[in-house]
């Protein structure tokens, strides 16, 4: 009827909560940032106890806090999820997931393995994509190629990353595997499976 409302294309949809995982260097954060502008999606802000480095923006990369006030907010319940990584905490700030999703919008995560496991398991709803490299030695190259670590550093990155890629592997939280061979394609492909997802809930008539 002509005097009804337009609804808003989130309106009344779920919302799709959607992590993504992968190795350092293995190009994640291109591949989820490309998801979120192609799909209009949010991109949860994590808060760190990792130190800032020069490229990163307070509010927009993470939020830097010190252990104390991490400690504070882990026990006040504010962290979706919370892990360490590299020796430093990371965790996801729960108030923007739950206002994302009840706004029925796509929030992007972009955390570890041991995370994805966390929200998979409170949120089985939660859908979870591991960006894998097309083998090892491309890993290795690409973390070289950044040229952000020293060598050794650089190594004891690929053995985590080893590990990161098996356990992903093995432990049952991730739906998606996705090889970043060619950068291009491959955010093609996540794009593609992410849409694919949304209109399955948004009503594609399936079950759920
Ligand atoms: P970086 O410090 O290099 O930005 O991130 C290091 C690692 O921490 C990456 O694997 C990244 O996905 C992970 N990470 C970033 N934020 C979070 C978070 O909120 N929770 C968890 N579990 N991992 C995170």
């Known amino acids: 009827m002509g005097t009804e409302r337009k609804k808003s294309e989130t309106e009344n949809a779920p919302g799709l909560l959607l992590i993504i995982s992968g190795p350092s260097g293995v190009g994640k ?3 989820a940032r490309e998801v979120e502008k192609r799909l209009g999606g949010v991109f949860s802000v994590s808060t760190t106890t990792r130190p800032k480095a020069p490229h ?11 252990h104390e006030a991490f400690d504070r907010l882990r026990g006040e ?16 700030p729960r108030d923007a997931v739950e206002k994302a999703l009840n706004e029925g919008r796509l929030m992007i ?7 994805a496991m966390q929200v998979k398991s409170n949120m089985p709803d939660a859908f979870a994509m591991f960006i894998r490299p097309p083998d090892e030695q491309d890993l290795l190259e690409r973390l070289r190629a950044r040229k952000r670590d020293k060598e050794q550093v650089i190594q004891s990155r690929f ?5 990161e890629m098996h356990k992903a592997e093995t432990c ?8 970043n061979d ?18 399955r809930r948004r009503g594609g008539g399936g079950g759920n």
């Open 159 to 163: 053995a985590q990353a080893r590990d």
């Open 172 to 179: 049952g939280a991730y739906d998606v595997f996705l090889v």
């Open 29 to 31: 954060t291109t591949i």
């Open 182 to 199: 060619d950068l291009e394609p491959a955010i093609e492909r996540a794009v593609l499976r992410v849409r694919e997802e949304l209109e």
């Open 109 to 115: 995560l972009e955390i570890d393995v041991k995370g």
């Open 56 to 66: 990163d923006q307070q509010g927009i990369d993470y939020y830097f806090v010190d």
């Open 77 to 92: 319940g504010a962290f979706l999820e919370w892990a360490e990584v590299f020796g430093n905490c990371y965790g996801t």
